[in-house]
């Protein structure tokens, strides 16, 4: 617990994806630092839905580019928190694919170390209610 639950969220954030060649490789990957059970839970803006394994968080992935050229988390920080749960804040960069917008704004991820592997992630569109769901000040 502690270093090792930060050290396995940043290494999932620092992912290399252009690196492993094809997005199936890199779910491959990605699939190795999970739990069996991993699940995600979007952000309210995102309808809050439950996506199920690395199955899913793909196919959620492979959605998100029907609607964005760019779509990016930019991690600033990383914060250990009480019962194995990660704490990453940061910033979203997106682009709109057909208006060419660009968009961005705050995020909060939660993620929950199990067994040295992460067992899930809950997404929040700003860093407060992130701080808040893990019980950090």
Do not use: N
Request: glycine share 16%; charged share 30%; aromatic share 10%.
């Amino acid at each position: 617990m502690g270093e090792g639950d930060l050290e396995l969220v940043r290494r999932i954030y620092g992912f290399d994806w252009v690196g492993v060649g094809s997005r199936r490789a890199g779910f491959g990957e990605l699939a190795g630092l999970v739990s069996s059970g991993f699940q995600s839970r979007l952000s309210p803006e995102l309808g809050e839905r439950l996506v199920e394994g690395v199955e899913g968080l793909a196919e959620f992935s492979q959605a998100l580019e029907e609607d964005f050229s760019e779509f990016r988390y930019e991690a600033d920080e990383f914060v250990q928190a009480a019962g194995g749960r990660v704490v990453v804040l940061g910033t979203i960069r997106a682009t709109g694919r057909l208006s060419r917008m660009p968009l961005g704004g705050e995020f909060g991820h939660v993620w929950t170390i199990e067994d040295g592997k992460a067992a899930g992630i809950s997404a929040y569109r700003d860093h407060d209610s992130a701080r808040r769901e893990a019980g950090l000040p």
